[in-house]
């Protein structure tokens, strides 16, 4: 599914943007206790969740780059 965000990935883009869990958590609407157990792959998201973290890392500059050869990955637009 083109919407996945990888445990590692939701983890780096937090570091990009220097955001803690509850900076992403208010950003998304969603709490801090379902980011902590998507960071650590204890669950898989609802499609709604990962559309509003997508969203709010989209916001500030995070893309999220897919499997392409080279792993899965983040970077912030230029």
């Known amino acids: 599914m083109k919407k996945d965000i990888t445990p590692a ?18 950003a998304a609407g969603t709490t801090v206790r379902t980011l902590a157990r998507l ?4 669950t898989a998201p609802r499609l709604s969740t990962l559309c509003a973290i997508r969203s709010a890392f989209e916001s500030v500059g ?12 983040v970077r912030l637009k230029k």
Do not use: H, M, Y
């Not at 960071?39 to 204890?42: D, K, M, T």
């Open 62 to 73: 995070v893309v999220f780059i897919p499997e392409n050869g080279g792993g899965v990955g």
């Open 39 to 42: 960071e650590r792959g204890e």
């Open 9 to 26: 990935q939701l983890r780096a883009a937090r570091g990009l943007v220097d955001w803690t869990r509850e900076q992403l958590a208010d």
